[in-house]
């Protein structure tokens, strides 16, 4: 089987056995001028950079260690 997908070689004559190339599979859903504007163009300005931390989560994390240290300081 030194064919590139694999074929039997018995089965080459079987019709049903048409694999198309890679050129011909790609190519299927592509509009003629198939070159697709970039979606993210390289260069420019960049945005500043945000921080990944919200006040709703800051608070939420806050919370949380104030009911451990609260649980630690009254029930010892």
């Known amino acids: 089987m030194t064919d590139q997908h694999g074929i039997d070689p018995r089965a080459k004559a079987d019709p049903r056995n048409r694999y198309a190339t890679d050129e011909e599979f790609y190519a299927s859903d592509r509009t003629d001028g198939g070159a697709l504007d970039e979606d993210r163009p390289r260069g420019g300005d960049r945005d500043a ?20 240290i609260m649980g630690i300081a009254f029930f010892p």
């Not at 709703?56 to 009911?67: H, K, M, N, Q, R």
């Open 49 to 68: 950079v945000k921080h990944p931390w919200t006040w709703g989560s800051i608070a939420l994390v806050v919370f949380v260690c104030l009911v451990i």
